[in-house]
């Protein structure tokens, strides 16, 4: 069965204590009597760039890079209602800082995944959250030894060729993301005088704007 990192029991107490003074900020119909709520399973968070992508190296190990934050799973009267995210800029667990919390359906998402894995995966990997962001991806990263592989619990509708709650080997899963369109950002242009501008205009590429409300530090 899959295994995870697992956290000092001070620093969960510390995330814990942050998010029961938040996340009933986040709702609009509290009560004196509000429902039991706990965290649950606690996963480091990792990130794949585009740029890791397009090396040609399928070796998800060397690719992704740590983002210090970790992926806990808030269960509100015994489903899985949010999720939090938090930080500790120094080795004292007493300075973990909750800097993200997400309600609606993502923790939903993670845990179908979880479900999955627990259920399908007969080997004993270590889980981390990988996050694709130039993809919209999330998925759980399947470490075991040297192999790992992915399974994606949210992913856009246009990416046809990848489907969630199905395992991919690293090799798998990047040959399909290089093939793929993804999120495209601001590219900085040099001055133009207004003429050029003027005269350039039909010639420029157009590049969409992406806004995404990332919880309460977003």
Known sequence: MAHVQKLPDDALNTIAKQVGRLYPSLDNNVT???PSAEL???FPV???SIDAINTGNDN????AQDTLRWHSQIWIDGEPKGVARAIAPSDNTSHWT???ILKGDFAKTVDDAIRWVDAEIETDPLVQILEIPTFFITALWLIDGQESSVVIAKLPENLQRLSPLVQYSSEE???VLRQEPHAIGIRNEPSRSPRQDKQNTSERETFNVLSIDTGIDG
């Open 60 to 63: 998800l190990l060397e690719l």
């Open 32 to 34: 004196q009597c509000q």
């Open 46 to 48: 990792w990130f794949l």
């Open 98 to 100: 909750v800097r993200q």
């Open 40 to 42: 649950t399973e606690t």
């Open 173 to 175: 899963f990047l040959e």
